[in-house]
């Protein structure tokens, strides 16, 4: 060395080498093309260039410069250059670096200036103006590009310091935002600790610096410390890093100190590390004395396993220091305010662990929020499982709370603290809250409740709830461990019954218990006590309870009744239910029920005893009618059975059982029955949804049997009812109902139907329309019908009602939009003869009891063939009846005896005060004496035919007429005839009309030779008109064959006095001029062939005798006016 630094002023190297250790542990081969050498006595100089090869091949040419200082014989102080382009530097990377960084490429074009001081390298400069390095990581490969970036390195014993303080470094083609950096190695020295622990140490300090932009180095870190690396990789953060300092003893990594500040980092969940955002703050201390500060704004932190969705967190600050020495580790949370969604929470915690000991959390923290239904957001499912926050999560629809309190204090490890240890507790007074216990149930609202979490458990009260109509109170709704996942709902409920039925409409059970509840309506308070077991994890839930009724009532829609004063007990666990002896009020009669419901292997079953002591008249069910004729009571019990089969329809039934003993009826037969005769009655109902089958028997010889559908309506299918029978009856063949009844009195029947007794019928169910009753005896109308059937059917326009009996056999055809037709083949009625009444009014067929209404009474047509009325035979009666208003129109009115034909056309105006009669029509016969014998009646007349025209009214009932208002006109016309004996039958008292009688006697006084025989006439004719009861007539003639006989005057019917005049003459001739027309009726006319007829033997002495009748009826005055002789004809 000595020749070439003294001896040679300068010199120059070519093609030379050198061959030494680089610092990544390789061989290499420095080449010196050419090398220019310059020396002073203390200075030498060099300038040249210089390759670097190795075992990997050529790694670039350098420019060289050297400046060094001469200082004892050695070059240890000085300056050196180097100036490169595209060179390679891993060969000038040290050994660590080759080892843990998989580096592929480093070829930088640079410039560096080095400083040696007392032989050793004391620091440098290095541009580098371009280039770049390539790293392979875990899926890809790296990239970091420079542009004139500038580094300072010095060397500081013993350790290093490198200074970037512009970062003009590209990563990944992401371009690092301007800042500093700068990293500093410490050879192994004292950190402290215990045994005096030696590391060495990386100290890095940087600014501005983006944490995605360093992904690329994540690999280098993964090689520092593993744990970081894998920190790194699962919460890949980003931010910005402001400023950053960390002191990192290698060997000794717990004695790491820092100091940073950051604004909007963000990384995703590590573990139990909640993810997080838009986070900044400060750190400072060690990790054995820190202190953080931190603040988010707007930020979402996703916690999956914790917390079903991110929390959102709108403002977030804290204070956070630690403390961890020999003694143990402390962490204190100060100042910590958060306000995430829905939620304002301000508090502290601290957590301790003594070395050697248990460890310790204490947290008080003072919670509100403004709206609860957001509460899902913030149930730590690991803690609390899923199937209670998703209970929870959907109960809790909203609410407020404004001092919500969380309180911590124990051992974490040992959380939740079965037996105590610790204490954990969030108490919530939810204020205006919606809580929904059950899906699909109304949720609660407006509710104060306090949700208390205490460890593992939740305890919620609140002191009154509305449900519905109904009012809950001393609600409790606990769970006692959330590992059992379990609701335990405790709550007495008081409300009014008749809400109950409308909260459950709004439920899943609408179909079913509130379909129930509409059928049977509970009004009236309701006190019950309510327990519920709820499995979270979809168990059956179990129902406890007890429910008190005290004079509460039951309306049964079906039946249309009402249980009053319905008092008792009853328990139920699930659908098993048992009361206690229940009271009621049922029909105005005391009640006894108890029930049971069992859930059967197959079936839901429901048992139900009733009894009662009851007094039917007392009922109110039953008609006035009826009920006075009942009296005394029935003791009575009943059992109910109800099947609800799981996968079929319900099935029923019912047995009652009683005695009629102490009931009295004085119904018509044949319910008729004295106090204290026994008659047991048994009925039985069996059915399902769709029919039920009633039976049933009283006494021992009447049974019954009936078929009933359920529909909108209740509908009797068919029916039949068996008196004198010993065995159930079989059902009809057909839809309709049967009644087999003894003898039976109609009259009392229609009776008691027309004071009412029937009015409530056929309201609440549908009837058949066929219907058959069959009597041996029928006492109706003053009459005995026997073997009596009568059958009622429905047609396709209305209704055939059939009678068949001994004494009729008749159809009627009750048709709809047409007059009803009564079709008579046979009609037999005799009523039996009632007492002899003290006048001679004839009777009416209606009751006189009150006034008749014919107002709706159908338009009807009679059609009798062969008819009987007081055991006289009538033959033929047709009649048309027209209803309007209160006019009854009779048209075409006939009687047909065979022997006489009798027309009738009339009108009955039943109006009050205005009520009238009117009657007109014709009287035909071919022998008058026949027709009358045909009703049993001698007429004196005979051989004679008769017709006679009527028209006559009066205002009063058809069946009375009054003779002060009777007016009308009758016109007779009589054929040849012969008249007998004067005094015949009921025709010789008829002719006191006119006092013919009292005549006769006159003229058989004064002719007692010729009285004796028959008087014979060609014709008898007369006209007779009626005003106001007095009849008129001046025409009525008698053409005899030996005298004439004419009759003027008349008779007033109401008075019964009479002024006649009577004239007799053995020859009329036509000036006579009397018209064939009759003054009153036939029987006037039998009167005056009666005169005629007792003055034959005279026609041979006189021309003319002339008599005035006058006086009363009973005993008429007969004064003879004028007697002239007759005239011989030679005169």
Partial sequence: SDLFLRQFDHFDLRDSEVSFLTPSGQRAELAIPQLTWLNDPRRHRAEGLVSLSSLTGQHGVMQVRMDLRDDEGLLSNGRVWLQADDIDLKPWLGKWMQDNIALETAQFSLEGWMTIDKGDVTGGDVWLKQGGASWLGEKQTHTLSVDNLTAHITRENPGWQFSIPDTRITMDGKPWPSGALTLAWIPEQDVGGKDNKRSDELRIRASNLELAGLEGIRPLAAKLSPALGDVWRSTQPSGKINTLALDIPL??????????????????????????????????????????????????????????????????????????????????????????????????????????????LGILAGISTDDGSQAWRYFPENLMGKDLVDYLSGAIQGGEADNATLVYGGNPQLFPYKHNEGQFEVLVPLRNAKFAFQPDWPAL?????????????????????????????????????????????????????????????????????????????????????????????????????????????????????????????????????????????????????????????????????????????????????????????????????????????????????????????????????????????????????????????????NHFNSRWLLGQKLTLDRAIWAADSKTLPPLPEQSGVELNMPPMNGAEWLALFQKGAAESVGGAASFPQHITLRTPMLSLGNQQWNNLSIVSQPTANGTLVEAQGREINATLAMRNNAPWLANIKYLYYNPSVAKTRGDSTPSSPFPTTERINFRGWPDAQIRCTECWFWGQKFGRIDSDITISGDTLTLTNGLIDTGFSRLTADGEWVNNPGNERTSLKGKLRGQKIDAAAEFFGVTTPIRQSSFNVDYDLHWRKAPWQPDEATLNGIIHT???????????????????????????????????????????????????????????????????GLEADIAMKGSVNLVRRDLNMEAVVAPEISATVGVAAAFAVNPIVGAAVFAASKVLGPLWSKVSILRYHISGPLDDPQINEVLRQPRKEKAQ
């Fill in 251 to 360: 060997q000794a990594a717990d004695k790491t100190r820092f100091q940073a500040s950051w604004s909007d980092l963000a990384w995703k969940q590590w573990k139990l590390l909640p993810g997080a955002e838009h986070f900044s703050g400060t750190l400072s201390g060690s990790v054995e004395n820190g202190l953080l500060t931190a603040s988010m704004k707007q930020a979402k932190m996703p916690y999956e396993t914790v917390f079903r969705a991110p929390l959102e967190i709108a403002d977030g600050q804290a204070t956070i220091s630690w403390l961890n020495n020999n003694k143990g580790f402390q962490l204190d949370g100060r100042n910590i305010d958060v306000k995430a969604k829905a939620v304002h929470a301000r508090g502290g915690f601290r957590y301790l662990q003594p070395a050697n000991d248990e460890p310790w």
């Fill in 973 to 1039: 016309q009589l054929g040849k005839g012969e008249i007998t004996e004067i005094n015949t039958g009921h025709a010789g008292q008829l002719l006191r009309l006119l006092s013919v009688d009292a005549l006769m006697r006159k003229l058989r006084f004064d002719f007692r030779d010729t009285f004796g025989e028959g008087f014979y006439f060609d014709s008898i004719r007369s006209t007779a008109w009626i005003k106001d009861g007095v009849m008129h007539t001046d025409d009525t003639l008698v053409d």
């Fill in 445 to 701: 609202t407006n509710l104060d409740i306090e949700l208390d979490f205490i460890n593992d458990g939740l305890w919620m009260k609140t002191d009154g709830v509305n449900l519905g109509g109904v009012r809950a109170s001393n609600l409790t709704a606990v769970i006692p461990d959330y590992s059992k996942e379990k609701l335990l709902i405790d709550a007495d409920i008081k409300g009014p019954g008749k809400a109950v039925g409308p909260y459950f409409d709004e439920t899943p059970l609408k179909d079913s218990l509130g379909a129930t509840l509409q059928e049977l309506q509970l009004d009236g308070d309701v006190n019950a006590r309510l327990h519920l077991d709820i499995p979270l994890n979809g168990e059956l839930v179990t129902a406890k309870g007890e429910v008190t009724l005290r004079n509460n009532s039951l309306f049964i829609k079906p039946l249309d009744s009402t249980l009053k004063n319905l008092s008792g007990k009853f328990s139920f666990i699930n659908s098993d239910l048992q009361s206690e002896p229940l009271t009621a009020s049922w029909f105005n009669q005391p009640l006894n029920v108890d029930f049971s419901t069992k859930e059967g292997a197959k079936a839901y079953q429901v048992a139900v005893n009733l009894n009662g002591n009851w007094q039917p008249a007392k009922t109110g069910v039953l008609p006035e009618a009826v009920n006075e004729a009942l009296s005394g009571s029935v003791a009575w019990d009943g059992k109910v059975g109800i099947d609800l089969p799981y996968h079929a329809g319900a099935t029923y039934n019912i047995e009652l059982n009683g005695d009629l003993k102490n009931v009295s009826s004085h119904l018509p037969s044949p319910l008729a029955k004295p106090a204290g005769e026994p008659l047991a009655v048994n009925v039985k109902v069996d059915g399902n949804l769709n029919s039920f089958e009633l039976t049933g028997q009283a006494g021992a010889d």
